[in-house]
């Protein structure tokens, strides 16, 4: 699983997969050459934040992840530019605002 959120809320996703799932995650940090080895560790949940997510879209598409949970999406731009390669079997979308604009809404989004 992955969870992509803001560099504020990594410790707190940390923490609460730890509450609720009982299971050990791991924060991704430092440069790339740790966060490469980072994604190679076979761990429960990997936690990155959006602006890491640009440079590791290679090390994350070799990583595959059967899950990824977009937190506070509203903050993504372009999605159909910079989310297609993010991939997993399943994709889960959080927001704490609505989506103010059709354009910028993921095509696949239900209400």
């Known amino acids: 699983m992955l969870v992509i959120c803001p ?11 730890a509450r609720f799932a009982g299971r050990e995650s791991r924060v991704l940090t430092g440069g790339r050459m740790q966060r490469q080895k980072d994604y190679a560790l ?5 936690i990155t934040n959006y ?6 879209l290679d090390l994350i598409a070799f990583w595959a992840p ?3 949970i977009v937190d506070e ?15 997993g079997r399943g994709r889960m979308i959080l927001s704490s605002a609505g ?13």
Do not use: G
């Open 51 to 56: 602006e890491k997510l640009k440079s590791d």
């Open 73 to 87: 999406a509203q903050r993504v731009k372009n999605w159909n530019r910079r989310w297609c390669s993010v991939s």
């Open 7 to 17: 560099t504020s809320l990594k410790c707190q996703w940390q923490s609460e997969i």
């Open 42 to 46: 076979d761990d429960f949940c990997k």
């Open 99 to 111: 989506w103010r604009r059709a354009a910028c809404r993921p095509k696949n989004v239900r209400r």
């Open 66 to 68: 059967e899950l990824v």
